[in-house]
């Protein structure tokens, strides 16, 4: 039998003993579970796995052979039919836990919901093992799921996965706080709150004044003009933060509208100014509650990314976004807009080092506003960008959550479309690689289950990269409308151009055999994705982009006729 051992009674560590067990005895196992005096207690015939901190480690086992941990990675000590697992805090060991039972009782976490065993493993286990993230912050951004459920899946998923991040807009929160909190809790995950919550802060405070005007001011008047406003917003956020323990940063965002050259000058810092006292009230109130600022192109607005002369802050941190990237090219692009997006990022990021503070950047590999419905696999783009992200010593970077748009012209077709499972490959790459792991064997464990046919399934999403990537490129030309929005468009000069470039797709698309899916579309809705098997709702992903393909490249070609 197995014995596991703990040495904390953390809610965290509690929730990863009981994790372990399950999953040791669904695995086929009998486990039982002690507390820290059963170390003392052991016999040799005992197999034994034990839960401690680097802390109590040092203070209990050894001062000398203490493992050297960055982060919220993890060590696996091994000494005789003894397992330590050893973290510097509690989510660690969690981490811990599933790749244990990842790396020897052969469970998979690929999908929502799915936990796989597929196939015992019996690796031998080393004296030392010792996994490290690729990044201090991983995780996802949620603006507007109000979807509970889905949302609570997502959390066990991603920690499974190695995400340690949530982001929830405040109105968000608010509607779903009361059916997550508890998951994120014995999780131990940060939880940041905030996102474009300006207005709907100041409509509380509204109410609550019964001023009708407050809800009225704009980015400028806001953080130029209104310092008794501001302290309105900074004391209802302390307020926020006080009730919810689990808090632990706050990222408030400026309203989505870019700024004006005329309006530009001195902007960026009085809203940098503005999360400085908003962090110092928080540290005022004895709150652990980290305060970031974004600098990010709303509207294509390079007045409210780039740094030009203002000034970095050395008391709270930076969340970069670049809205408008062509995904078919690399952070390294000689693409005009992108050079001066990696220039931007390089000296946002190396005045916030000197200074102290780190700089993360939000990704958007799981937005179908950006990205469409006619949404790209981004299988090497992702690996690609978080190697260059870590090469320019980036703390952490974040995927944004975006569902599809629904659209009166193709209501008929994305009523079914498949949304949640149709980004998830891109965030099952994004979680696994910025967890530290290398692509080759994410790949190979994802595609794995079409078998015989994995090399197919694998190159055609390759290919689909390489053809449907580039239609982010019209983003920026186009804004506010993109490839699939040609009804907002009157007249294109490159509107045959992008007909062309939809007709060379749907090429490609037709020649995908559907037959097997056929019978299976009567079936088939936008949330019952764990219905079917992975290649069957490859093949559903398939059918929609045909589809959807075709109406885009027809409505391109009437453009101007």
């Not at 196992?29 to 901190?53: F, G, M, P, Q």
């Not at 807009?337 to 990704?363: H, I, P």
Request: charged share 25%.
């Amino acid at each position: 039998m197995l014995k596991i051992i703990y040495c904390q009674s953390h809610e965290t560590i509690l929730f990863a003993v009981e994790e372990l067990k399950r999953l040791v005895e669904k695995a086929g196992y009998e486990s039982s579970i002690h507390d820290k005096t059963y170390l003392s207690e052991a016999n040799e015939a005992d197999i034994r796995i034990i839960l401690i901190t680097t802390i109590q480690y040092r203070e209990m086992i050894s001062t000398e052979n203490v493992p050297n941990i960055n982060a919220d990675g993890f060590a696996f000590v091994s000494a005789g039919e003894d397992l330590w697992i050893i973290g510097n805090e509690p989510r660690a060991l969690l981490y811990g836990v599933y790749s244990y039972c990842k790396k020897y009782l052969g469970y998979q976490w690929i999908h929502l919901d799915k936990e796989e065993i597929v196939e015992q493993k019996h690796s031998e286990k080393k004296k030392l093992f010792i996994h490290e993230p690729m990044f201090v912050r991983r995780g996802n951004i949620l603006e507007t799921i109000n979807d509970p459920g889905y949302i609570n899946s997502l959390i066990d998923w991603g920690v499974k996965n190695g995400q340690n991040e949530f982001f929830f807009t405040l109105f968000l929160w608010d509607e779903i706080k009361s059916y997550v909190r508890s998951e994120l809790k014995k999780r131990d995950v940060q939880v940041t709150l905030g996102g474009h919550s300006l207005k709907y802060l100041l409509g509380i405070i509204q109410k609550e004044k019964e001023n009708n005007q407050i809800d009225n001011y704009e980015n400028l008047e806001f953080f130029a003009e209104n310092v008794e406003l501001q302290d309105e917003v900074i004391n209802k956020i302390v307020s926020i933060c006080n009730e919810e323990e689990v808090i632990t940063r706050i990222s408030l965002w400026p309203e989505d509208v870019g700024i004006e050259e005329k309006n530009a000058d001195g902007f960026l810092s009085n809203y940098i100014r503005f999360t400085e006292r908003l962090n110092s009230s928080l540290k005022a109130a004895d709150l652990a509650v980290e305060v970031e600022y974004i600098v990010y192109n709303a509207g294509l607005s390079w007045y409210m990314l780039e740094r030009k002369k203002t000034e970095v802050s050395a008391e709270v941190d930076v969340l970069y976004a670049y809205w408008g990237r062509d995904y078919s090219n690399s952070l390294h692009s000689r693409e005009p807009n992108q050079v001066k997006a990696k220039r931007t990022l390089e000296d946002w990021n190396t005045q916030a080092y000197s200074k102290g503070r780190s700089l993360t950047v939000l990704e958007y590999y799981s937005d179908h506003f950006m990205l469409s419905e006619l949404f790209p696999p981004l299988l090497t783009r992702i690996a690609s960008d978080l190697e260059d992200y870590k090469q320019l010593q980036v703390q952490g970077v974040l995927n944004l959550i975006v569902p599809i748009h629904r659209k009166q012209a193709n209501q008929i077709v994305s009523a079914n479309y498949p949304w949640k499972w149709i980004h998830h490959l891109n965030n099952y790459l994004y979680s696994r690689v910025a967890w530290g792991e290398e692509l080759e064997s994410v790949l190979e464990e994802y595609f794995s289950v079409f078998q015989d046919e994995k090399e197919t399934f694998r190159q055609m999403l390759l290919d689909l990269e390489k053809l449907i990537s580039p239609y982010t490129k019209w983003n920026v030309p186009l804004f506010p409308a993109r490839v699939v929005d040609p009804e907002k468009v009157m007249e294109y000069a490159n509107s045959k151009q992008i007909s062309t470039e939809l007709k060379e797709v749907d090429k490609y698309l037709s020649t995908i055999e559907l037959s097997e899916i056929e019978s299976l579309l009567v079936l088939q809705r936008k949330d019952n994705y764990n219905s079917f098997s992975l290649k069957e709702m490859t093949l559903f992903y398939i059918h929609h982009l045909r589809l959807l393909n075709k109406i885009y490249a027809k409505e391109w070609g009437s453009i101007g006729k």
